[in-house]
């Protein structure tokens, strides 16, 4: 698989190996703060034709903008109170 962004390019240094389970993950650091369109190709080979992902949306927050969590549990529904 082939990860890229619409206006970064190829990331996680071009394909990335599909697993046992036939799925592929990349994590980058490549992507600034902002908006960013993001798809998935497969390299065709001899058993399978090539294929390319609609782009998803996805929002790069600033640090000073993100919302810590632990692990993947829920998200907060709305502002704490101090």
Aim: aromatic fraction near 4%; glycine fraction near 8%; proline fraction near 4%.
């Amino acid at each position: 698989m082939t990860f890229s962004d619409s206006a970064t390019g190829t990331l996680c240094s071009g394909s990335v190996a599909l697993d046992e389970n036939g799925a592929a993950a990349c994590t980058t650091t490549a992507l600034g703060v902002g908006a960013h369109q993001i798809s998935a190709a497969y390299d065709p080979d001899a058993n399978h034709a090539a294929s390319t992902s609609a782009p998803i949306a996805v929002t790069v927050l600033d640090a000073a903008e993100a919302l810590f969590r632990n692990d993947f549990e829920d998200a907060l529904t709305g502002c704490p109170i101090e």
